[in-house]
């Protein structure tokens, strides 16, 4: 059974970081590309970035690119969202998930639980 | 960018009735990059259809989605009271790389 959970989320005030890591488990993680996926309060789901199983092709949503970095480490299984200089907008729910398939077209079959992000003074 | 817009917003029925939801894209999308997702208060989304008409694991057989082009359509029938959540749908390609509809709200009538 896939197993992802998120943790590394909290309060953190404009302009600073924070780090968020998925620990992977039930699936071979480097054969499947990972995505970020965020919810502000109340509102709808948004993707934020992408790596590939490899780990060598990254993507970002416009909002984030320069801010965010992804990464993976298949040592561990793990996933992980570097945020810096982060904006009052980047307060939500954010949600590890992984790729339903190997290659081809793009889906999520299994998520986290989400880890909450809040960006305040 | 491809944008995807949802309708109704906000959909209110009683269980038994059977609801359709519409994912309108604003350029021509693969029926095989749609996927529509179900979301209950304090959850995460769990995966519904993919391939635009391809359910996933698990999913019971009263959820049908369909379409091609820019119309993708999800239906239920006969709704259960565990069926009234939040349901989006998402695609893949393009710049950015995925995207979400809004979101079409189920509620009980």
């Known amino acids: 059974e896939v197993h992802l959970l998120e943790s590394g989320g909290g309060l953190v005030q404009p302009g600073g970081s924070l780090r968020l890591s998925c620990a992977a488990s039930?699936?071979?993680?480097?054969?499947?590309?990972m995505s970020w996926v965020r919810q502000a309060p109340g509102k709808g789901l948004e993707w934020v970035s992408a790596?590939?199983?490899?780990?060598?092709?990254?993507y970002y949503v416009d909002s984030v690119k320069d801010r965010f970095t992804i990464s993976r480490d298949k040592s561990k299984n793990t996933l992980y969202l570097q945020m810096n200089s982060l904006r009052a907008e980047d307060t939500a729910i954010y949600y590890c998930?992984?790729?339903?398939?190997?290659?081809?077209?793009?889906?999520?079959?299994?998520w986290g639980q989400g880890a909450l992000v809040t960006v305040s003074s | 960018e491809i944008v995807l817009t949802q309708s109704p917003g906000t959909l209110s029925l009683s269980p038994g009735e059977g609801a359709t939801l519409s994912c309108r894209a604003s350029?021509?999308?693969?029926?095989?990059?749609l996927a529509w997702y179900q979301q209950k208060p304090g959850q995460a989304p769990r995966l519904l259809i993919y391939g635009a008409s391809s359910r996933a694991t698990g999913i019971p057989d009263r959820f049908t989605g369909s379409g091609s082009g820019t119309d993708f359509t999800l239906t239920i029938s006969r709704l259960e009271p565990e069926d009234f959540a939040v349901y989006y749908c998402q695609q893949y390609g393009g710049s950015p790389l995925y995207t979400f509809g809004q979101g079409t709200k189920l509620e009980i009538k």
């Open positions: 039930g699936f071979t993680f480097s054969s499947y590309g």
């Open positions: 350029q021509s999308v693969s029926s095989s990059s």
């Open positions: 790596m590939n199983g490899g780990g060598t092709s990254t």
């Open positions: 998930a992984k790729r339903g398939a190997v290659t081809g077209p793009g889906w999520f079959d299994s």
